[in-house]
């Protein structure tokens, strides 16, 4: 296993739980790793907040607190960030790109919502900038996106980018349980943090959403640009209903793409809990797995699964984006840049065609139907099913349409929610997956 | 989208059902194309073996019949193969990289059995041989596995990795129809050839598991080192019998590393039909749909699922190939070659650890099962569970077994067929994915 050639010097910035799995998993496969790349990789700093923390048996003249002074020195080649958030680490990775190392990073925040200023320092500088464990983290997806797939036409991903929340609506699905029970469930055993906002807030599939959206079709976009709903709203009685009707629910991330209103070619970025039909790939995605759903004109539909999160797992998919940023290095080459040459317009919610499952409380009335559909009418929303179940003085509408545009289905929710004879709206769920 | 940069020129050899479509593919998508690569495609010539037959609208003058001589001409950079079979593809293609000139086929057959002369003569010539679509079709999967896991450590592929054999089985699974008539629904369907055997003896998987194989454990494996075993034998009781034991039974491919009886590392490879439980993730895939289950050490478990053959997702791959091996020629670079450094030997089938599901047609008689549970034990195989029906004369056990070396559980099955109390083996199937 030796080697002539140099070693590929690492700058690790972070150390938390998937910074030392990077440094033991450098360690373990290191015989591998050179045989692979063809010269040895060597750790020549790891930038920490707190230096005197024990952290295993790693060498303590590695740690340094300065992460800046780190990515400057002349003996680094490669920049590994898994520290998070925007600041400081976009300067950190600004500067590397510019003076030319090539950057893998986690960072899924930073890339969500500036990414174009990384991209523009990787061109300027010549560099590459890696970012596979960003999304899903050890499912190779963006590599099959930004390369297999580049031959073909993305049309639509469908994704369950959350762990978390994927672990919660697994288990209101299996046990019946509320989400409060099912997130206190999911806090136990480690899958939820203390403040679970980021999660189930859908904040952290949205980034995600707008990394796979970006590479999908070739067209930037922020986490700014997609639409977003949290599913802390999902209740044991929706997953009962969607039960009735042979689905799950699920937090979806979907990226379309599609001509708007106009006809013009547009991209559409939403993230927001749906009904799914049990016979769709991504139903049967149960605990805290992930998968991305890829449909495009040539290949059909595709799916890649694994686990989305865990310190092994991500540190899986960060080492492989070293080795191939090492070998780049040894053989003077990089990988693809970004490819936005597409600049498609972002598509506004209201003008995104989905579908409605509606439950109504209703007075038990002559006529009710009649009126709640002529709501449906008025807004040109074309109703596929209607379940009615009475009781001594309600009576519980349950409809679901056809698709239309977003716009319509929430001005006719809107109407609906002024007339008399509702008493309430139960729930509102967007349906995908041709149910 | 205009370019200053020259054009990248194709040679296509063959124009059948996937040829077309790349045909038809590099029409449709040229802008597109042009933008991702940053410089046209052109193509220069089409080999195929009648060119006075019609193909739609594709010029003519591009024909000939002369494949080596297209080849060999000076104006073609990347040569594209899509007609199959060793000879004279080998010819051809290993002309073509020993020149330097890129190659992009969908040759499983050619790749499994000597893939070794083909990577040769890419480091010979230094150009890029990619083969995406020659395993599973459109499911980008050999980049990922010959990248994205490269800093991981793979033990395990499992995986459904022909389309005509899972329409069979699944169709036996929804109907309890016996293989004959199955077959008989996928042949009418345009899913099997008139003659299936390449399918249905599993000659088609091994060739894919050997590639697959190769890549995922860094060594060479050629179609020889797979054992294989058809599944015209699965019958509607088998089916019937997966069943009650809450599985399916699914054409599997299996390469997986791991110590032999000696403690070495090795690799064993293997086609064969199983069952596998319900809720094993490759036990919803359905249809002539394909996917690769991947198990590696840091990365833990992973699904590829899409469509593994057709003449469009087939396409689809060639496409994405085509782009990269397009791209690296403007930017002068060529992607990662071989990885073969491992060297692992080969396990034979019988080292292997597998588990048996048998079914014995047994004489209803006091310590039937004593003398059955005797052969077992005899062989050193723990048993896991019995079932056992009685009837007026006879009874039916079935045993399925916990895992030991494949030759100790063969030589069990003969020697229970030895028994006077044994009226005959029902049935013998293997098991996989932990039931």
């Known amino acids: 296993m030796s080697s002539e050639k140099p070693a590929v010097r690492l700058a690790l910035l972070g150390c938390g739980t998937v910074g030392s799995e990077v440094v033991r998993l450098l360690h373990e496969q290191a015989a591998d790793l050179t045989a692979r790349i063809g010269a040895p990789l060597e750790l020549v700093g790891i930038a920490v907040r707190r230096p005197g923390r024990q952290r295993g048996t790693i060498d303590p003249a590695l740690f340094t607190t300065d992460a800046l002074g780190l990515v400057k020195r002349d003996d680094v080649d490669v ?3 898994v520290v998070g958030g925007i600041e400081p680490s976009r300067t950190w990775l600004t500067e590397a790109l510019r003076a030319g190392k090539s950057v893998v990073t986690a960072n899924k925040a930073l890339l969500a919502e500036d990414g174009a200023t990384l991209h523009d320092a990787a061109a300027e500088g010549g ?17 099959p996106l930004r390369e297999s797939l ?4 993305v049309t639509r991903v469908t994704g369950i980018v959350n762990g978390t929340t994927n672990f919660i609506l ?48 070739h067209t930037r976009v922020t986490a700014a640009d997609v639409f977003r709903e949290g599913m802390t709203g999902v209740t044991a009685a929706d997953m009962a209903s969607a039960k009735e009707m042979g689905c799950t629910i699920k937090l979806l991330c979907i990226a ?6 106009t006809g013009n070619e547009s991209v559409s970025v939403r993230v927001h809990p749906a009904m799914i039909p049990r016979s769709h790939p ?17 290949a059909g539909q595709l799916m890649f699964y694994g686990r989305g999160a865990g310190g092994t797992p991500t540190a899986s998919a960060v080492l492989g984006d ?48 009649a009126t709640v559909a002529g709501v449906f009418a008025k807004h040109e929303v074309s109703i596929a099913t209607v379940r009615q179940s009475g009781r001594e003085e309600d009576a519980t509408l349950v409809i679901v349409t056809h698709g ?13 929610r002024s007339l008399d004879i509702v008493r309430s709206i139960a729930s509102v769920l967007r349906v995908e997956g041709g149910v």
């Open 127 to 143: 560099a590459d900038l890696y970012y596979e464990a960003a999304v899903a983290g050890a499912i190779p997806l963006l590599r």
């Open 282 to 298: 991504l139903a049967g995605v149960g605990d805290a797995f992930n998968a991305v759903f890829v449909e495009a004109e040539a």
């Open 150 to 153: 580049h031959g073909d036409r």
């Open 404 to 416: 239309a545009p977003d716009a319509n289905l929430a001005a006719t929710v809107e109407d609906l």
């Open 322 to 369: 070293i080795v191939a940023a090492a070998r780049n290095r040894i053989s003077g080459t990089r990988a693809p840049s970004e490819s936005s040459y597409a600049h498609l317009p972002i598509r506004p919610i209201g003008e995104s065609v989905t579908r409605y499952h509606i439950s109504l409380d209703v007075a038990d009335r002559q006529g009710v139907l």
């Open 170 to 217: 697994s288990s209101m699905d299996a046990t019946g349980a509320g989400f409060g029970e099912a997130l206190d469930e999911a806090t136990e055993l480690g899958y939820a943090e203390a403040d679970p906002t980021a999660d189930v807030e859908g904040f952290d599939a949205a980034a995600k959403a707008a990394i796979l959206a970006s590479l999908a079709f």
């Open 79 to 81: 920049v590994i960030e």
């Open 256 to 261: 379309q793409r599609g001509p708007d209103s």
